[in-house]
């Protein structure tokens, strides 16, 4: 839960308990999630309108974005001036990998063993 105070107005401003920062793909700690059943409940009018958009579009209420994929059961909220600046690809930020998977080896280039080189 992240607490904020406006510029202008000096109000505080709080969010629903529902967030709590992204683990994964999340190296800036921009994204945080909520489960969508919580947001249906904390944020109804949020939810009616990811019936309309889920996987194509953010929905953006006051300062943040929001989106859910088309199966998805978390929903992910930035802040909506990072959604105007880098578009839906904020959501699924590039992430480092260990190097010791398929999706690796295919990033950074490396080559597979092939089968006459294993013998």
Not at 41 to 64: D, M, N, S, T, Y
Not at 66 to 89: M, N, Q
Not at 93 to 114: A, C, D, I, M
Request: glycine fraction near 6%.
């Amino acid at each position: 839960m992240r607490i904020c105070q406006c510029p202008k107005c000096k109000t505080i401003i709080r969010d629903e308990p529902i967030w709590r920062p992204a683990k994964m793909h999340n190296p800036s700690g921009d994204i945080d999630i909520a489960r969508i059943d919580d947001v249906q409940v904390w944020l109804p009018k949020i939810a009616e309108q990811f019936k309309l958009v889920r996987g194509k579009q953010a929905v953006i209420e006051g300062i943040f974005a929001y989106y859910i994929g088309k199966r998805g059961v978390w929903v992910r909220r930035i802040a909506a001036e990072i959604l105007r600046d880098c578009g839906l690809k904020a959501f699924n930020p590039p992430y480092e990998t260990s190097g010791h998977n398929k999706l690796s080896n295919q990033v950074f280039g490396r080559k597979q063993k092939s089968a006459s080189q294993e013998e």
